[in-house]
């Protein structure tokens, strides 16, 4: 069964670069058809889809966040990560990593059939 964690600084200040890792457990980010995602939840608001990486390693970012989203793996060590350039306060959510069987851009939990336990991150000076 295949397990992911997220982890990386639960603070950042404004303008910085929030960099967060996803490192899956018990299946390879390269085989399959999977799509390797990365969703957050600002407080008390619903779930927002960032982007993801594809099973050959392609990135696609939602087009709101793209100019300053950056999606990568490191195959050597089953890891994909996020980097979200000029954080503000608007960034401040749970950032979960999670793994579609399909490419899909929603944010319906059944569409995952894996899921990270989130991480907080907090964006403050």
């Known amino acids: 069964q295949v397990q992911l964690q997220e982890s990386g600084p639960g603070l950042v200040k404004p303008s910085q670069t929030l960099s967060l890792t996803c490192t899956v457990s018990?299946?390879?980010?390269?085989?399959?058809?999977?799509?390797w995602t990365w969703i957050r939840q600002p407080p008390g608001k619903g779930l927002e889809w960032m982007g993801a990486i594809s099973p050959a390693g392609a990135p696609v970012y939602s087009p709101s966040l793209q100019s300053r989203t950056s999606i990568s793996r490191d195959t050597s060590k089953n890891q994909f990560t996020l980097q979200l350039s000029s954080v503000t306060p608007e960034d401040t959510a749970v950032y979960y990593c999670?793994?579609?069987?399909?490419?899909?851009?929603?944010?319906?939990?059944?569409?995952?059939?894996?899921w990270g336990q989130g991480t907080q991150v907090t964006v403050a000076s």
């Open positions: 018990g299946g390879s980010i390269t085989r399959g058809y999977y799509y």
């Open positions: 999670a793994r579609s069987p399909r490419y899909y851009r929603g944010t319906a939990r059944h569409e995952y059939d894996s």
